[in-house]
């Protein structure tokens, strides 16, 4: 393969000036390989096969997720048998997870492995024993290599742990502050080291160990958010090029690259909706994460809250969780806290990692209550119960009782509960009705091909389709509440949908001349 003279030389990084494409020997382990394809050709290819695999993977998520369960119920047997089957029930009981639990996206996957790491941490600072100190580290670890939110737990288990070195607790509390302070600093060098090999293997050593200068060389790759930047985005959005060209990166190039990518997401934001609105407030995610969560939870976290402030009035002072607890705390609240400061909010998703200490939490709640008021407990713990069966099977569409379930949260919220999970139930209905002639705007790559799945014959739908009979018109309301103007080609906005399947699928009646009818 010839070499050629890369457009964004410079003569700081003069590797870039004759940079070989990304088949490069060199960065693929002495083998020449080429680019398969995108997802969207591998499921076009054979949708049969890279179903199975996706139901394959599904079934992974789901095995982690129980996983969490059963490190939750454990984790929280320190604090009695009582709370911790009760966590464990108010975590089994909860929609998020049953609907998160088995999608193929890294967010179950992050909260189980951040979990365990505050976990492990606690119970680390707790017992003092080395054993805890390397399951934290190793947690700590595949968290990062999981999702790049994870890296929240650096600066929220720094701040936790220096408060806890500076008053005296966890395994540094029989020295001087000086000689506390610097294991502590000994402690999270060998987590970051422990963290890094992790990161690493996960990666299977791939292109890591890069100096500087090789990666601004390396081609970059482009999509949606990053081709604005023209290979550049390094160059642009990353401290790399301050830093001299020698020095080696101790992570993966992907790794590397993706981090920043994440940044330069972030930066152009993602359109959602939100109250009627493109552009969500700072407060989407604390919203979000109250309205997605089952009244009962809410009561009990109330009545926790309740709780404490009586006891603090009867008391007269301010009682402190305990320096080992603090981070159990801390967590959820930073998490929360920085979540407000995203521009990415296209579902809730991306604050999963609070709700295993949500569960926690409204279990503690629940514990205080069952030896007061025991009966009242039973009721709290059958309207969570009649909740969650009450939004089976579509629990990705969950919205809390307290606001008036999920036709009044589809008001609110439609970006982010729309997975495809209805464009079965769109085949059914339009098979059971007669639908026919039918135009379908796909919401993502899959869902056409899910659709053809189910037997129905249809066209693929856009703004620019002329319709030269009447037919019926099957548009993802996700994408419907984001046009820009009036409506969308034949379909008006502010037209009302003859059926509406789930909530996030709306079929309308269209007539050549653009009217959509009455509901029927």
């Given at each position: 393969m010839p070499i050629r003279p890369s457009p964004t030389c410079s003569r700081r990084f003069p590797a870039r000036c004759w940079a070989r494409p990304s088949t490069s020997p060199r960065r693929t382990g002495g083998k020449r390989r080429r680019w398969s394809g995108s997802p969207r050709h591998y499921f076009r290819a054979d949708y049969e096969s890279a179903r199975r695999a996706l139901v394959a993977g599904?079934?992974?998520?789901?095995?982690?997720t129980l996983l969490l369960g059963l490190y939750l119920y454990r984790f929280a047997l320190r604090f009695g048998r009582l709370r911790a089957v009760l966590a464990l029930a108010l975590f089994a009981?909860?929609?998020?997870?049953?609907?998160?639990?088995?999608?193929?996206t890294t967010d179950l996957p992050v909260t189980a492995a951040m979990f365990v790491s505050i976990g492990e941490f606690v119970r680390w600072v707790q017992s003092r024993s080395r054993l805890r100190f390397w399951t934290f580290a190793l947690a700590t670890g595949a968290a990062f290599a999981t999702k790049f939110s994870a890296l929240a737990l650096v600066p929220m288990l720094a701040c936790v742990?220096?408060?806890?070195?500076?008053?005296?607790g966890g395994p540094w509390g029989e020295r001087p502050l000086g000689w506390r302070l610097l294991l502590l600093g000994r402690d999270f060098v060998l987590v970051a080291l422990v963290s890094i090999v992790v990161v690493n293997a996960s990666y299977s050593f791939q292109r890591?160990?890069?100096?500087?200068?090789?990666?601004?060389?390396?081609?970059?790759?482009?999509?949606?958010i990053t081709k604005k930047w023209k290979g550049n985005m390094?160059?642009?959005?990353?401290?790399?090029?301050?830093?001299?060209?020698?020095?080696?990166?101790?992570?993966?190039?992907?790794?590397?690259?993706?981090l920043h990518s994440i940044k330069a997401h972030n930066e152009r934001g993602h359109v959602g909706w939100f109250l009627g609105e493109q552009e969500p407030p700072r407060l989407y995610f604390p919203i979000m994460a109250a309205i997605k969560t089952p009244a009962a939870i809410l009561l009990l976290l109330l009545a926790g809250l309740g709780i404490a402030l009586w006891r603090r009035a009867r008391a007269g002072?301010?009682?402190?969780?305990?320096?080992?607890h603090l981070a159990l705390w801390v967590a959820p609240l930073f998490l929360l806290g920085t979540s407000t400061f995203a521009e990415i909010q296209i579902g809730v998703r991306h604050v999963l990692p609070i709700f295993p200490f949500v569960a926690l939490g409204a279990a503690h709640a629940a514990t205080l209550l069952a030896l007061r008021q025991p009966l009242a407990l039973a009721g709290v713990l059958v309207l969570a119960a009649a909740e969650t069966v009450g939004s089976a099977p579509r629990f990705l569409g969950h919205f809390s009782w307290a606001i008036g379930g999920s036709r009044v949260g589809h008001t609110i919220s439609m970006v982010g509960e729309d997975w495809g999970q209805d464009v079965a139930s769109l085949g059914e209905l339009v098979r059971e009705r007669g639908l026919l002639p039918l135009f379908?705007?796909?919401?993502?790559?899959?869902?056409?091909?899910?659709?053809?799945?189910t037997g129905v014959p249809f066209r693929t739908w856009n703004c620019k389709t002329q319709l030269r009979a009447p037919a019926w018109v099957a548009i993802h309301a996700a994408r419907l509440v984001r046009w820009r103007g009036e409506g969308c080609g034949a379909v008006r906005k502010d037209a009302r949908p003859a059926f509406r399947?789930?909530?996030?699928?709306?079929?309308?009646?269209?007539?050549p001349a653009g009217e959509a009818d009455e509901p029927v």
């Open positions: 599904r079934l992974v998520t789901a095995a982690i009981l909860h929609p998020l997870f049953l609907a998160h639990g088995s999608l193929v742990g220096l408060a806890i070195a500076v008053g005296r890591t160990l890069w100096t500087v200068e090789e990666t601004l060389a390396a081609p970059e790759p482009r999509n949606w390094l160059e642009e959005l990353s401290a790399l090029p301050d830093l001299p060209g020698w020095l080696p990166l101790p992570l993966p190039y992907t790794w590397v690259y993706g002072r301010v009682r402190f969780p305990a320096p080992a379908y705007q796909p919401y993502g790559f899959q869902t056409p091909l899910e659709l053809k799945r399947v789930g909530e996030h699928i709306w079929v309308y009646r269209v007539e």
